[in-house]
Nanobody, 124 residues
């Protein structure tokens, strides 16, 4: 069992930056690939970024390439989402998720555990 807790969301102006953190419980954090998803009101949950167990491989949605970065610190059981050059269309609830296996990193159903989400609002 893995529990995930996101933090760092808030209100920011367009062009600004935020850093989200996702802290995981348990001693097996390095056994899980991690992903960030987001869901805006009235829309489906969409993939944002993912990172492999070791952190050696990362995957990005086209919409965030060059602006968002994912990283992890296995010693701290934490995964991070650095968001730069934020746009109003980035406004959503952001969720981190843990996946024990498989390669479908962009598919929500591939993930075993989810956090409760943190709101990010970007004003124009």
């Amino acid at each position: 069992q893995v529990q995930l807790v996101e933090s760092g969301g808030g209100l920011v102006q367009a062009g600004g930056s935020l850093r989200l953190s996702c802290a995981a419980s348990g001693r097996t954090f390095s056994s899980y690939a991690m992903g960030w998803f987001r869901q805006a009101p009235g829309k489906e949950r969409e993939f944002v970024l993912a990172i492999s167990r070791s952190g050696g491989s990362t995957y990005y949605a086209d919409s965030v390439k060059g602006r968002f970065t994912i990283s992890r610190d296995n010693a701290k059981n934490t995964v991070y989402l650095q968001m730069n050059s934020l746009k109003p269309e980035d406004t959503a609830v952001y969720y981190c998720a843990a996946r024990s296996g498989g390669i479908r990193y962009s598919v929500p159903n591939s993930y075993d555990y989810w956090g409760q989400g943190t709101q990010v609002t970007v004003s124009s």
